[in-house]
């Protein structure tokens, strides 16, 4: 249904909620012709990760974007959350929308649910974009190695409870001060206005849980995963797309996929690639599906 959002929007969306599995989703969509794109954010983000994106890409596409189970202004997550949640989310989203098998591009620590998504439900997707994104048993728990160059935050955040005790009213601070400063290359290319509409989300009542869910999953399920790509691999079109993080997601995407993985890294782009280079990931997105549609 459609819906008044309360925080930022842009006059090329409109605004729907989908209650589905026990929970309810916000979602986004633009364009009305062409094949069916559904983005998905990563940390800190929602949405609003692709108000840039979304109009270049909706004269071509039919475009969705979500906000995850405990982001933006989804249904607040429980405790219990986690990648296997997520990716049901968005099967079941993806019925709700009754637009597949959908192009899915998603970013960051979105890998995972993509990941399950695509080993679960082959017939949701045409293709998978995959943006300055790693998965659990290829590497990614790395950064979560303080002793060698990981950060600090996917503890803080895969702790349970840890993160509301911490970041509870300086949700502003933590992504204005240190989380999009630490991983942008791109100055002025994420606004003070875009860290307002970004901590709304976290700012509510429980609001760190979805985030929280997907970091403990970081640190679990990469035996899973491996057993999975080993059994399995995708057989699908698949674009990486990197910034800062250069070749790690075509490296990503080659330990899943059977078959040529296409790839662009994005020079003097750091980790938030849709806000930093819109232009340029819309361009590489639409080449991409052309070919893939065509």
């Known amino acids: 249904m459609n819906a008044i959002h309360p925080g930022a929007t842009i006059p090329e969306v409109q605004h729907h909620f989908a209650d589905i599995d ?34 270049l890409l909706a004269p071509n596409h039919r475009v969705y974007a979500v906000d995850l189970r405990g982001f933006g202004d989804s ?26 098998p959908i192009h899915l591009a998603g970013q960051d620590i979105a ?7 695509a080993t679960e439900h082959p017939e949701d997707l045409a293709s998978l974009v995959a943006i300055e994104m790693g998965l659990a048993g290829f590497g990614l728990e790395g950064f979560a190695d303080v002793t060698n160059g990981g950060s600090w935050h ?15 009213g300086r949700e502003s601070e933590l992504l204005g001060d240190w989380a999009f400063p630490a991983m942008t290359a791109v100055p002025g290319s994420i606004t003070e206005d875009d860290v307002a509409e970004f901590a ?17 999953s970081i640190l679990s ?8 790509a080993s059994r399995h691999p995708l057989s699908i079109p698949a674009l990486a797309v990197g910034g800062f993080g250069g070749g790690f997601t075509e490296m990503t995407l080659g330990n899943i996929v059977d078959g040529k993985v296409e790839s662009i890294v994005l020079d003097g782009v750091g980790h938030y690639v849709a806000l930093e280079a819109p232009a ?7 080449v991409f599906l052309d070919g893939v549609d065509g």
Do not use: N
Request: aromatic share 10%; charged share 20%.
């Open 75 to 100: 249904a607040i997550a429980d405790d219990d959350h986690d990648s296997t949640i997520a990716a049901d989310d968005l099967h079941h989203l993806i019925r709700h929308l009754d637009v597949g």
């Open 221 to 228: 399920e990469g035996d899973d995963f491996r057993a999975r």
């Open 280 to 286: 340029e990931l819309a361009q590489a997105i639409l």
């Open 200 to 216: 709304r989300g976290y700012a509510r009542v429980g609001g760190w849980r979805g985030a929280s869910g997907i970091y403990r």
């Open 111 to 117: 890998g995972g649910m993509l990941y399950r998504l």
């Open 22 to 55: 026990g929970t309810r989703l916000h979602y986004v969509s633009a364009g009305d012709t062409g094949s069916p794109i559904l983005l998905v954010h990563g940390f800190p983000e929602s949405w609003w990760a692709f108000h840039q994106l979304i109009p």
């Open 154 to 168: 996917i503890g803080a955040l895969a702790a349970p409870g840890i993160a509301e005790m911490l970041f509870t």
